[in-house]
């Protein structure tokens, strides 16, 4: 089953760079699902696949994730012999209590020694995700968590509060009464914390919830907020095309299978997507056509989130419109809120969010939906 | 067809006691709807009629029926129990001859059964008393039969015993209809004289009058006058209810059908008002109907970003088919563009706000309900206050004089303390107390219904009893208590303003009147309610109640100091904008006041308060 689906994404890697015709490829990221049951074997034969058919970036990010319960010697030598050059690994926490709470197989002991092990294999690119504001997790819990963590000194740190979203089984936990609901507060207490630690750590706060060493933020996020395209191959994944959005059915039976219906000698010299359409259709779950509207609605929300913010210029430049011709009303609301901000940067102007939009930022993106 | 074969009645009842279901049976028996067609209480046509299984609103409905020979045309109303509802009871009435008093054979007599067989019995009807679920374990038709005939003075073999529900004794009550109902009277060579006692609204035909015919005849086409508003147009249609419209081109004296009118607004064709033919018509009004009271009042609000004009025109067009739906435009601070509306109780509003969500589409905004004071000013002069905030500064007061109504309860006796204690708690006065029936020596004493079956009546203001009273009732009784009652009049109360101020600004849909020894208690209990459903904003909000310039509770919401998504897995984003467009949904159904988002619930803290 590995090995068919394995298969099956070099063939959907394949068919989808003669649609796209072979652009330039910045990052890669291996993750998603359970990272572990794909082999460094199966890396690197993917790794190959894509730089066949895709102009790989000599110095692209490739990232793969990885959990602490994972990682050996061998396997991160691995990696990084197949062209691996940053991991990310989920800690959530150091604190054995809530990685149980949080479902985790793996303990903070393994999480140190996993660090150990891929730093001591030489690679120079790491990052570590964090998670807070969890059901009956106190401050001083957290700051331990965060000393420890910077103590590693990883290049790059991810840190997100826990939501309880729509539809998982924390949320509905809190909701028949079974949990408490996390104190909001105490969670933005521990953003700050979280902030400062970092900050005088050495650490650049480059998006709301991800800090990085100078020259070290991830590329591939960076991707994904900019509202740049991108595209995401296995089941489940999820791709950016200009104006287009979609998803892959999400479960591997049903993706190897649609993946076996495309021809083999169809897709090779199509020159259009209309050739094959119904049977990339049958890869894909659920599509969505993005206008210009909605375009721009999403290159704010997802512009926000970063520090530097978004570029009038650059809003132009893409749009054709002056950021303040749409958005005018809500920019001006916001920054009566004190959760926007417009700053000068030679003949630029750039909005971004306030120190207080920071943690409020939904209050400010709903404002673009 | 011979007025002498025609019967016309309606089915009244305490509510749930099962006239819609006993309708279904005889809609079945007489052949009136195909039995692959029936579905329980096949009148109540409406989703939310089905959905609560209560009948909100009246049905007529043509049957023919054959018994010895004979061709029978029947008209029978199925009317709704609800006290809200009364109204349409009486509106029924007017339009038989005769009314089915069904009463629940395990529950009795219950305040509804009193009030409606009082009405049927003003206006001279022929009572045909029918006990009905005896299928029930509970069911005691005999004990019940008895009370029966104690009460309303029936014989006890005219009682009909039924089951609506399993069919039993169903050509009993046709029976009885044919036999004891008399026919109606009315010479159809007379100048035309029908009332129309409800009405709907279609769109092609226009405002259709549910009429009764009581003397004289209408063809399709005919040129009509409604006495009452002198307007005319032509009969564009005129048919019967089978029980959908059927044109039958023609209605005579006795018979009950419609009148389809063309007209767009039912100003000219109210309820209650007598439609005669423009030429040679009748000079004679029929008695029509007493005004409908009004009980409670709210403001009806678009949310934000719905339009008021498309709130007005949906409060139009369910006027149509809700004639005891009234409003009138008003301007609030807080809600801005909205109407006063006035409705028959508090199930009525509840229903008319359901419903304009739903058939029309609307987020609304509603207050909570308030009562009609009476402001009498320092110069004589008398306003109606049927909305709080527009209550003149105590020093221009001269009083103020709130309703007061007649409740009566029927309880078994031993839950007669405990709803004297809520009388008392809801400034009620006590007037009176008799025994319906005795104990049942016979019957397991541990059991609330062989209880001495007792009557209540008490005077309480009307404001006591749009809030939280009816429930009251029933959880102190555990159910086996029921409620009715009558306005009365105005009487002078030592009533105050409470104003609920909002960052400092008074929000005037949360301003409400209140007896002044309640105002301290009430106030401190609606500010820790509004703290509990205003939702954290980005900035402190101080809530304070105040009597006049005087504070008397207060309490602050701290800032909102964290909202956020979780990771975006995997590029993700479609997932992203879904659960953000969610939240800014969420967020239409909050208004806006000064710069504080609230929601709806929080207009209706004060109903929900005293909970
Ligand atoms: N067991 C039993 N249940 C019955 C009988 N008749 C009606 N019901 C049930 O009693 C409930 C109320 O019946 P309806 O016919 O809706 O009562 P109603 O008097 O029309 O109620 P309103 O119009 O709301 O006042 C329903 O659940 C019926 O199924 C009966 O003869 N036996
Ligand atoms: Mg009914």
């Known amino acids: 089953m590995i090995d068919e689906y394995v298969e099956s994404l070099q063939k959907e890697i394949y068919v989808w760079s003669k649609i796209v015709k072979n652009p330039k490829v910045k990052t890669v990221f291996f993750g998603g699902g359970t990272p572990s049951y794909i082999k460094a074997n199966d890396i690197s034969l993917l790794l190959k696949t894509i730089s066949q058919s895709f102009m790989l970036d000599e110095s692209a990010e490739i990232t793969a994730e990885i959990n602490p319960d994972d990682v050996t010697f061998n396997k991160i030598y691995e990696l990084m012999d197949s062209g691996i050059n940053r991991v990310s690994m989920g800690v959530q926490s150091l604190d054995d209590r809530f990685l149980k709470l949080l479902g985790r197989r793996h303990n903070s002991k393994d999480v140190i020694t996993a660090y150990e092990v891929i730093r001591n294999a030489g690679l120079n690119n790491i990052n570590l995700d964090l998670i807070y504001g969890l059901p009956y997790q106190k401050i001083n819990i957290w700051e331990n968590t965060v000393n420890k963590i910077i103590d590693l000194n990883p290049e790059h740190v991810s840190g997100y509060c826990l939501t309880l979203e729509p539809g998982t089984f924390l949320r509905h936990q809190v909701e028949i009464g079974v949990r408490k609901k996390p104190d909001d507060d105490l969670a933005a207490d521990m953003y700050r914390l979280l902030c400062e630690k970092l900050n005088s750590a050495g650490y650049l706060n480059y998006e709301i919830s991800n800090w990085a060493k100078k020259g070290k933020q991830s590329l591939h996020n960076l991707c994904y907020w900019k509202n740049n395209i991108y595209l995401g191959f296995g089941a489940g994944a999820h791709s950016h095309l200009p104006g287009l959005r979609y998803e892959n059915v999400s479960s591997p039976v049903k993706y190897i299978n649609s993946i076996k219906n495309i021809e083999d000698n169809n897709y090779s010299d199509a020159d259009d997507l209309t050739n094959f359409r119904d049977q990339i259709l049958g890869v894909i779950k659920d599509f969505e056509l993005n206008d210009k509207q909605m375009q721009m609605s999403d290159t704010m929300i997802l512009g926000l989130r970063l520090t530097e913010g978004i570029y009038y210029s650059e809003f132009r430049q893409r749009f054709g419109l002056n950021l303040d011709e749409i958005y005018g009303n809500e920019i001006s609301n916001l920054k009566e809120l004190d959760l926007l901000e417009v700053y000068k940067l030679n003949e630029d102007s750039i909005l971004r969010l306030t120190e207080k939009g920071r943690l409020l930022g939904n209050e400010v993106f709903l404002k673009f939906v | ?611």
């Not at chain 2, 010479?187 to 006692?197: S, V, Y």
């Not at chain 2, 226009?206 to 009581?214: E, M, P």
């Not at chain 2, 009234?326 to 229903?351: D, K, T, V, W, Y």
């Not at chain 2, 009893?465 to 105005?490: C, E, N, P, V």
């Open chain 2, 1 to 611: 067809m011979d007025t002498e074969n025609i019967r016309n009645f309606c089915i009244i009842a305490h509510i749930d006691h099962g006239k819609s279901t006993l309708a279904d049976r005889i809609l079945e028996t007489t052949g009136t709807v195909d039995p692959r067609n029936m579905t329980a209480q096949f009148l109540d046509q409406m989703d939310l009629e089905k959905e609560r299984g209560i009948t909100i609103k009246g049905k007529a409905v043509r049957m023919t029926f054959h018994e010895n020979g004979e061709v029978y045309q029947l008209n029978l109303i199925d009317t709704p129990g609800h006290v809200d509802f009364g109204y349409e009871v009486s509106r029924a009435l007017a339009a038989c001859e005769g009314a089915i008093l069904v009463v629940d054979a395990s529950q009795g007599i219950q305040a509804q059964t009193l009030a409606n067989a009082y009405l049927a019995l003003g206006h001279d009807l022929m009572i045909l008393p029918v006990l009905n679920k005896i299928d029930l374990p509970f069911a005691d038709p005999e004990r019940i039969g008895s009370e029966m005939v104690q009460l309303f003075g029936f014989d006890s073999d005219e009682i009909v015993l039924t089951s609506a529900k399993e069919g039993i004794g169903i050509s009993d009550v046709l029976s009885s209809i044919v036999k004891n109902i008399p026919p109606p009277k009315g010479d159809p060579k007379e100048p035309l004289k029908a009332l129309i006692f409800d009405s709907s609204y279609d769109p092609y035909k226009g405002v259709i009058a549910y009429v009764r015919i009581f003397q004289g005849s209408i063809a399709s086409g005919t040129r009509i006058k409604m006495m009452g508003s002198n307007s005319e147009v032509d009969a564009i249609e005129v048919g019967v209810f089978r029980p959908n419209l059927e044109d039958t081109g023609m209605l005579t004296a006795g018979e009950v059908g419609y009148i389809a009118t063309g007209l767009k607004t039912v100003r000219e064709c109210r309820v209650g008002d007598t439609i005669t033919t423009s030429s040679n018509g009748s000079y004679e009004e029929l008695p029509g109907y007493n005004p409908q009271k009004l009980v409670v009042f709210a403001g009806l609000y678009p949310s934000e970003g719905e339009s008021y004009q498309s709130l007005r025109e949906a409060l139009e067009k369910l006027q149509l088919n809700d004639a005891a739906l009234s409003f009138e435009p008003e301007n609030s601070q807080a809600l801005g563009f909205g109407f006063r509306c006035g409705f028959l109780g508090p199930l009525h509003m509840e229903i008319v706000q359901e419903r304009l969500e739903r058939e029309y589409n609307l987020e609304l905004i509603a207050t909570s309900p308030s009562v009609a004071y009476k402001a009498i000013a320092q110069n004589g002069e008398e306003l109606t206050i049927a909305n709080p905030s527009e209550m003149p500064h105590p020093g221009q007061l001269n009083k103020i004089l709130e309703p007061w109504l007649l409740a009566t309860i029927i309880t078994p006796s031993r839950y007669i303390g405990s709803i004297m204690e809520l009388m008392t708690n809801k400034r009620g006065n006590y007037k009176r107390i008799e025994y319906l029936t005795q104990v049942n020596a016979q019957g397991d004493s541990s059991d609330p219904a062989y209880d001495a079956r007792v009557l209540l009546e008490f005077e309480l203001p009307l404001a006591e009893l749009i809030i939280d009273f009816y429930d009251q009732i029933k959880t102190r009784s555990q159910g086996y208590a029921s409620l009715d009652y009558d306005m009365i009049d105005y009487k002078e109360g030592a009533l105050v303003k409470l104003d609920v101020m909002l960052n400092g600004k008074v929000v005037d849909a949360l301003s409400f009147i209140v007896h002044k020894d309640k105002s301290y208690a009430l106030g401190r209990n609606l500010v820790n309610k509004l703290k509990d459903v205003i939702p954290r904003q980005m900035f402190e909000v101080a809530i304070q109640a105040a009597l006049g310039s005087r504070i008397i509770a207060r309490e602050t919401i701290r800032p909102l100091r964290k909202n956020v998504l979780a990771k975006c897995y995997g590029g993700d984003i479609t997932r992203k904008r879904k659960l953000l467009e969610k939240q800014a949904e969420g967020k239409k159904r909050l208004k806006t006041v000064g710069q504080v988002e609230v929601p709806q619930e929080a207009f209706l803290a004060l109903l929900n308060n005293q909970k």
